[in-house]
């Protein structure tokens, strides 16, 4: 998705956009006391500080702020949008989307997403409809990314600066899947996440 995808022109060791970094299996064992999977470290994390739906078939309509990710094929796409904070400047960026297996959510179809990313700072708004959506980030769509249930999806890893003091909001659509979701429901992390790392990269060798 990505307005991280920016940081690929700051950074020629960040994957260019596209790529599904990382797929990582939900299992039961990590789930915690609360039968929650826990891949997101506490206080690490942000959630969508917005989120809401565009219609290619209702092009003006302005669906406003929901907590639900809600798609249809090839009608119904979320945006989501991040607040990320000035302080966390210094800090890696990671979009996740979190795919746990659960009977909380209705999910049919083949699977196929599409990320596409808006500009740092181009925010969505109770305004923002298909015809009208915020501004298109420097990168064109991400190639779709098939999700299914029961896993985490690394889509993007870029610095935060880029959108540090500001929005970064991306939208997410599919072509032959019915997915509808709540996220900050209280209950398990379900959906689309960015998660804040400091320091070198997984599997990076120490220097001695
Ligand atoms: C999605 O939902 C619509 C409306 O209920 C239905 O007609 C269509 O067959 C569904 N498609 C898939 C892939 O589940
Ligand atoms: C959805 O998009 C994928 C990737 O472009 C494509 O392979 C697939 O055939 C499409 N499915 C439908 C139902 O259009
Ligand atoms: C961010 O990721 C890059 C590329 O993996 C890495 O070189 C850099 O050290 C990371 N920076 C922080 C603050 O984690």
Redesign the pocket.
Known sequence: MYTLALAALVSTALAYPGEVLRVRELTERDNGADGCPHYLPAGQYEKPAYITQVSKSQPDKAFGPNYNGIF??NDISSIFSFDIPAERADANCTLEFLFPKSNDYSY??GGSFFFTGFNPGSCPGPWTTYNDPPAPGPFPAFPPIHMEPGNLYTIDVGPCFVAAGTCAAGMTGTN???FSFMENDGGCPIGIYTEYSYGLPPGTPPSS
């Open positions: 249809t094929p049919s179809g032959d899947t019915n």
